[in-house]
């Protein structure tokens, strides 16, 4: 780039105009101009450092290069690791003081064996992806509670790489084809190679599982499908000491139907201190035979359901935003904090680390419950004037909930908000309020250098007036995985081209892990596993696809259970082949057990990122200053730290940036980033 000297070795770019940079604003430099022909230019007046990136010496430093993988030949409309245009980084060059890529046996590593050791070497007679019924047989219950991983370390949510387990496509570790904490236990060698610091588990609390653990019975205790107690003390403590802090999901805008307030709040009747609880109302019309409002489920049909009085008659309507089975709790009610609180100091006395809090911003409903626009009742989401969520009340609860973690040095919570507006989501990360709160606009945006700009922009705009910390993720269990979102359709064959959807995520995880602030990772992403959208309709299990009337198949397709060795379908997940999500065939070329032998795989990206995020003093600074790039390309550089990120979205090669090249998501073409890749030089 022309704003980046060549005769610095920081690299730092020109002065900033208007002033300069503060308080993480943006500023851009002047454009540069391509190169003759087709071919654009990230580098400006040096294009001769981004040559020298292919050369061998600067080869050494290049980390989780794609290379010729016979497993993933097998597969080749998932799996692109061997490219025909595209340079491989010879294995045996790699630099390990730069970056320790996964090239060991995985037969050879024990998850037990595994010492947190500054060096991070693996004991040569272990296994990280062990028999999953050996796990349960290896716990032994905590006889007292544990604290917080590290109580003297207030801000180590500020930076961390949260790993979302979703428990029931985890592991398996008792052979019911449903995973379990077990399970969880037995892959914490793995979670500690991959060099996470925290991991959150989706709901485990005692559920009939209407909307899988969501609509939660009984918040003080572990669902037996999942196992008890005395296993999650277990995993805590393993945890711990491999020093990965435990989250876990709390879910307090509304309760099971099965709950003990709700069944008694049906037996109590209309206007007793039971149904105050939740809310509950009077039907409209003559016989009261129409719902309080016109409000729709997030999950499709009507918010209300009218229940049956103990006498027989047709009686109140009850609030349900999410499925039926779900009633709204009452927030007006002081009883319904003092539970929450109750349910908070149980799991944090057991040294929980923190909370992902569901729908926090809702709760909170308008005293008169006035009519939503009809016009607005896609499934799964909600606009900012949306009279079912971001009312201002919800902001007295978040403070509640934050006095309560205060008492507990070294947890935090991190909110599920969806809120466009930046000033109305600042609000829920005031120092009083909130430590984190998910902005999805990254996962939102498409494969789209100007889109993709515009969330990082706007994400760090969201935080900056209340000196936030971003948070960044690209899929979680509602949404459809990277590989597949990112694939464009093959115009000769009509179908998704999974190949480059998967090297479009490669890329979107290099700029993430770029980032300042924290990473939210879904399980399953750093095998670049694509969405399951082939599912025979009787194996659909979400809510969605009955409250839709079948028109909408849900979120199924993300959830499939995790491939960790084999070649035939369970891979190791379970003993069971009656896996509670068919596993499709087509994944033995993604397990973790291929993807550890592999250099250039998607899980050796992701080790190689976390890694270099962590161990390298680049990545330093809250903020990023944004260079100008050819079409369809971008690039930014922290602002202390002076790492360079850049994305190729275009078509055509690019120069890169000047600088030492110390990770690529794909491998160079002619010493050019190549399209859909994205690179980082210090």
């Not at 061998?56 to 497993?71: K, L």
């Not at 300042?516 to 969405?531: A, K, M, Q």
């Amino acid at each position: 780039m022309t704003t980046v000297s060549d005769e610095t070795p920081d690299v730092v770019p020109a002065e900033p105009s208007d002033g300069g940079q503060t308080d993480g604003a943006h500023t851009d430099v002047p454009e540069t101009t391509g190169t003759e022909g087709n071919v654009s230019d990230l580098s400006g007046d040096t294009p001769e450092i981004a040559g020298d990136a292919s050369d061998a010496e600067t080869g050494d430093a290049v980390s989780a290069v794609p290379t010729e993988d016979a497993a993933a030949a097998d597969d080749p409309e998932i799996d692109d690791r061997a490219t025909t245009d595209t340079e491989a980084v010879d294995p045996e060059a790699v630099d390990p003081e730069v970056v320790d890529p996964a090239t060991t046996d995985p037969e050879a590593l024990d998850d037990e064996a595994i010492e947190a050791e500054a060096d991070a070497e693996l004991d040569p007679d272990a296994d990280l992806i062990p028999n999953a019924e050996t796990a349960a047989a290896r716990i032994e219950p905590a006889t007292v509670s544990v604290p917080q991983l590290d109580p003297t370390d207030t801000t180590w949510w500020k930076s961390a790489v949260f790993y979302q387990i979703y428990p029931r496509s985890f592991c398996d570790a008792n052979g019911d084809g449903v995973g379990d904490l077990a399970g969880v236990i037995g892959k914490l060698g793995y979670l500690e190679l991959l060099g996470i610091d925290a991991i959150w588990l989706s709901p485990i609390m005692t559920s009939p599982m209407a909307d899988h653990g969501y609509d939660v019975a009984d918040p003080r205790d572990i669902d037996p499908l999942f196992g008890d107690l005395a296993t999650f003390d277990a995993l805590i403590a393993e945890a711990h000491a491999r020093d990965i802090r435990v989250t876990m999901d709390l879910v307090p805008n509304h309760t099971s139907d099965q709950h003990e307030w709700f069944q008694a709040a049906l037996a109590a009747g209309p206007g007793s201190p039971e149904r105050d609880r939740y809310i509950f109302r009077d039907g409209r019309g003559e016989n009261g035979d129409e719902p309080p409002n016109n409000w729709h489920s997030i999950f499709g049909g009507p918010s209300w359901t009218r229940v049956t009085e103990a006498d027989g008659s047709p009686g109140q309507w009850y609030l349900h935003i999410f499925a039926a089975e779900q009633p709204d709790l009452n927030w007006e009610n002081p009883e319904v904090f003092e539970d929450l609180e109750k349910t908070l100091r149980f799991w944090l006395d057991r040294g929980v680390d923190g909370f992902r809090i569901d729908v926090a911003h809702g709760m909170a409903k308008p005293a008169d419950l006035p009519d939503m626009d009809l016009t607005k009742t896609a499934l799964l989401s909600n606009d900012d004037d949306d009279p079912r969520f971001n009312n201002y009340a919800v902001h007295d609860i978040h403070r509640k909930i934050r006095k309560v973690l205060d008492e507990y040095p070294g947890a935090a919570n991190v909110g599920e908000i969806w809120v466009n507006d930046n000033e109305r989501f600042a609000e829920y990360l005031r120092p009083d309020e909130l430590h984190l709160g998910f902005n999805f606009r990254l996962a939102k945006a498409p494969f789209d250098a100007e889109a993709v700009r515009e969330a990082i922009e706007n994400s760090l705009d969201a935080v900056l007036s209340v000196s936030g910390t971003p948070t960044w993720t690209l899929s979680n269990h509602d949404v459809t995985r990277e590989v597949t979102r990112y694939a464009p359709v093959d115009p000769a064959t009509g179908e998704l081209d999974l190949a480059r959807g998967t090297r479009r995520a490669r890329a979107m995880l290099v700029v993430e892990m770029a980032l300042p602030g924290s990473i939210f990772l879904y399980n399953g992403s750093e095998l670049g596993l694509p969405n399951v959208d082939d599912l025979p309709e009787e194996a659909l299990q979400d809510p969605v696809w009955e409250r839709s009337g079948h028109t909408e198949r849900g979120r199924d397709g993300c959830r499939v259970p995790l491939p960790w060795q084999g070649t035939e379908p369970p891979f190791g997940f379970s003993s069971s082949a009656d896996t509670w999500l068919p596993m499709p065939e087509s994944w033995r070329s993604l397990t973790a057990e291929v993807q550890l032998e592999d250099v250039g795989s998607m899980l050796s990206l992701y080790r190689a990122a976390i890694e270099l995020r962590y161990d390298r003093p680049e990545f330093a600074g809250d903020s990023i200053d944004w260079y100008e790039a050819p079409p369809g390309c971008l690039a930014f550089r922290r602002s202390e730290g002076f790492l360079i990120c850049a994305l190729n979205a275009g078509e055509v090669p690019v120069s890169l940036p000047p600088g030492e090249l110390i990770l690529i998501s794909s491998p160079l073409v002619d010493g050019m980033l190549p399209p859909d890749a994205a690179a980082w030089l210090v």
